[in-house]
């Protein structure tokens, strides 16, 4: 286990690079069993989460990185997004930046040149703020891996990589390792933590592996409603702690079914969280509403086919009206005839990938 002081590092060899030098990352997206929503300050969650790496879905980015003749006071960096630059993505970063500049202080001795892209069409309404932030974090560690006075352990980068990645999106602390993660302090799970992720200790039973991911997209673009405002609504929210309370049983549930392969307990549980989800978002103060018609026609269809054919394919949302489509990957002919019969929305097919 690490605490935040772990991750404040005193000594770096500066000297070590004096050349530019160029580092490339990827993160994949991930996509919640168990929902995270609601936070306390400092990207705390209320409640710990459970979620799928995903796989074809991720962010890719590189970065040149020089170092600054003379040390500035300002963070200094371009960023590039699928070859423009992107001024509205701007004061995010910058912002990310500042706020992990306590656990690495040495950004502000380079400029940053970073391009980025997405394998997923960034309209596609599909988180891309947990790739996004997850590549960032794997380029400030690899940076700081090459300059740091200390040797550490592999683990340890990878948590604090998962450490600074939720400072910038709290689902980013997810995006780092394969393939069931989980983020968040749980008193009967040894080893959780609210500060960074880590893959979930238990042997996963064969029919999860290899899970498959559709991804109806329902509404492409920007969504209505941020995240963060989302979270926010979740401080004054009647039903709180009654939320609270679930999450924190169905991660201790969700990990049992993982391992002894109840598909029929996956799917209840499953799209019980999206539809939580939903509900708090639909009771809130004010309340708000993401689905659209197309994401409950789909939810309908999904259960009718469930009940005509046995499958064991079923839903869960994040937050917007795109519907992913989980099911085991024996399952994948046919639900690709289904879901082309149902819908003539974009679909994305990614995957669980087992490491
Ligand atoms: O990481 P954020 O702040 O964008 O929040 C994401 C929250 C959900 O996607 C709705 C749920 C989750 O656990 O990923």
Same mark, same amino acid.
């Not at 391009?115 to 690899?142: D, V």
């Not at 920007?222 to 609270?244: C, I, T």
């Not at 939810?299 to 079923?314: D, M, V």
């Given at each position: @286990? *690490?605490?935040?002081?772990?991750?404040?590092?005193?000594?770096?060899?500066?000297?070590?690079?004096?050349?530019?030098?160029?580092?490339?990352?990827?993160?994949?997206? $991930?996509?919640?069993?168990?929902? *995270?929503?609601?936070? *306390?300050?400092?990207? #705390?969650?209320?409640?710990?989460?459970?979620?799928?790496?995903?796989?074809?879905?991720?962010?890719?980015?590189?970065?040149?990185?020089?170092?600054?003749?003379?040390? /500035?006071?300002?963070?200094?960096?371009?960023?590039?997004?699928?070859?423009?630059?992107?001024?509205?993505?701007? %004061?995010? #970063?910058?912002?990310?930046?500042?706020?992990?500049? %306590? !656990?690495?202080?040495?950004?502000?001795?380079?400029?940053?040149?970073?391009?980025?892209?997405?394998?997923?069409?960034?309209?596609?309404?599909?988180?891309?703020?947990?790739?996004?932030?997850?590549?960032?974090?794997?380029?400030?560690?690899?940076?700081?891996?090459?300059?740091?006075?200390?040797?550490?352990?592999?683990?340890?980068?990878?948590?604090?990589?998962?450490? &600074?990645?939720?400072?910038?999106?709290?689902?980013?602390?997810?995006?780092?390792?394969? %393939?069931?993660?989980?983020?968040?302090?749980? %008193?009967?799970?040894?080893?959780?933590?609210? &500060?960074?992720?880590?893959?979930?200790?238990?042997?996963?039973?064969?029919?999860?592996?290899?899970?498959?991911?559709?991804?109806?997209?329902?509404?492409?673009?920007?969504?209505?409603?941020?995240?963060?405002?989302?979270?926010?609504? @979740?401080?004054?929210?009647?039903?709180?702690?009654?939320?609270?309370?679930?999450?924190?049983?169905?991660? &201790?549930?969700?990990?049992?079914?993982?391992?002894?392969?109840?598909?029929?307990?996956?799917?209840?549980?499953?799209?019980?969280?999206?539809?939580?989800?939903?509900?708090?978002? @639909?009771?809130?103060?004010?309340?708000?509403?993401? @689905?659209?018609?197309?994401?409950? /026609?789909?939810? +309908?269809?999904?259960?009718?086919?469930?009940?005509?054919?046995?499958?064991?394919?079923?839903?869960?949302?994040?937050?917007?009206?795109?519907? +992913?489509?989980? !099911?085991?990957?024996?399952?994948?002919?046919?639900?690709? !005839?289904?879901?082309?019969?149902?819908?003539?929305?974009?679909?994305?097919?990614? !995957?669980?990938?087992? $490491?």
């Amino acid at each position: @286990m *690490y605490s935040e002081k772990d991750f404040i590092s005193p000594d770096y060899n500066l000297h070590k690079i004096e050349e530019a030098i160029k580092i490339k990352a990827e993160a994949p997206s $991930n996509i919640a069993l168990v929902k *995270y929503w609601g936070k *306390y300050p400092g990207q #705390i969650p209320m409640n710990p989460s459970v979620s799928f790496t995903l796989t074809e879905s991720k962010t890719e980015t590189q970065a040149e990185i020089q170092k600054k003749t003379q040390k /500035k006071e300002d963070i200094s960096f371009d960023f590039y997004f699928e070859g423009n630059s992107k001024p509205d993505f701007e %004061p995010k #970063i910058r912002q990310f930046l500042n706020n992990i500049l %306590p !656990y690495a202080p040495f950004i502000k001795d380079f400029h940053f040149r970073c391009e980025s892209r997405n394998t997923f069409p960034h309209s596609s309404g599909i988180a891309s703020s947990a790739s996004a932030f997850a590549a960032l974090a794997k380029i400030i560690i690899a940076l700081e891996k090459k300059i740091s006075a200390e040797e550490k352990e592999e683990d340890f980068w990878k948590k604090k990589t998962s450490f &600074l990645a939720r400072i910038g999106s709290g689902s980013a602390s997810r995006s780092i390792e394969r %393939p069931i993660i989980l983020w968040g302090e749980h %008193p009967q799970i040894k080893e959780s933590s609210n &500060l960074y992720a880590s893959p979930v200790q238990v042997e996963i039973h064969p029919v999860f592996q290899d899970y498959r991911d559709s991804i109806v997209l329902v509404e492409k673009g920007q969504k209505k409603v941020s995240s963060s405002a989302g979270h926010q609504l @979740m401080n004054a929210h009647p039903y709180k702690d009654m939320r609270q309370k679930q999450a924190f049983e169905n991660t &201790l549930k969700i990990i049992d079914i993982l391992q002894s392969g109840n598909q029929d307990e996956f799917i209840r549980l499953v799209e019980s969280e999206a539809l939580t989800l939903h509900a708090m978002m @639909m009771t809130s103060n004010p309340n708000y509403l993401l @689905m659209q018609p197309e994401t409950l /026609k789909i939810i +309908h269809q999904i259960r009718n086919f469930r009940k005509e054919t046995g499958s064991k394919l079923c839903f869960t949302l994040d937050a917007g009206a795109n519907v +992913h489509v989980l !099911y085991p990957k024996t399952e994948q002919k046919a639900v690709k !005839y289904f879901l082309n019969s149902i819908t003539d929305k974009e679909i994305l097919d990614d !995957y669980v990938k087992m $490491n």
